[in-house]
T-cell receptor, first 110, second 115 residues
């Protein structure tokens, strides 16, 4: 069983819709939870970062962490064509290693 | 632009060969990380260097090695290449030895194709 599971299926949504992405994990030692965005032919860039359980909001983006269920989510409100990218969840125990999910390709259709 | 540079952008080589990928971290960053991204495995951590010293090791094959030089640039050496080594190789840097707490900045990657 992989440490981090992210269903890699592509997601197509109309502009303005809410995008919902999630990851599950098996290692209860993970404390730091991140979402990276990767545009085509580019490296990943940090989008959201949370520590332990709870919600964090940044503009149209909301990250949720439920440590009891080992489940994290990312919501994108009022999605825009510029949000079309691959979204990767990542997590860490607080050491030097990031464990990534496989990523979800999101396409926002104008 | 993250400030991390990687060369070359693309590399095409044959099985059994050896290649070197190069990474220059952001100015001031002492930590360099190497990752491999493939369709079936996703983004996998390979190795981290901090100020010239190996700091952490992930799923790095024995055929692969890395080093960080005094000017903080890093090289990833891949030898006895196999078809399965074809992937995107990313370098990331951060200003902390514990990059999971502080943001890791990723370079544009090197696409390696082994024929």
């Amino acid at each position: 069983q992989k440490e981090v599971e992210q269903d890699p299926g592509p997601l197509s949504v109309p502009e303005g819709a809410i995008v919902s992405l999630n990851c599950t994990y098996s290692n209860s030692a993970f404390q730091y939870f991140m979402w990276y965005r990767q545009y085509s032919r580019k490296g990943p860039e940090l989008l959201m970062y949370t520590y332990s359980s709870g919600n964090k909001e940044d503009g149209r983006f909301t990250a949720q962490v439920d440590k009891s269920s080992k489940y994290i989510s990312l919501f994108i409100r009022d999605s825009q064509p510029s949000d079309s990218a691959t979204y990767l969840c990542a997590m860490s125990k607080g050491n030097n290693r990031l464990a990534f999910g496989k990523g979800n390709q999101v396409v926002v259709i104008p | 632009d993250s400030g991390v540079t990687q060369t070359p952008k693309h590399l095409i080589t044959a099985t059994g060969q050896r290649v070197t990928l190069r990474c220059s971290p952001r100015s001031g960053d002492l930590s360099v990380y190497w990752y491999q991204q493939s369709l079936d495995q996703g983004l996998q951590f390979l190795i981290q260097y901090y100020n010239g010293e190996e700091r952490a090791k992930g799923n790095i094959l024995e055929r692969f090695s890395a080093q960080q030089f005094p000017d903080l640039h890093s090289e990833l050496n891949l030898s006895s290449l196999e078809l399965g080594d074809s992937a995107l190789y990313f370098c990331a840097s951060s200003d902390s030895p514990s990059g999971s707490i502080y943001e890791q900045f990723f370079g544009p990657g090197t696409r390696l194709t082994v024929l």
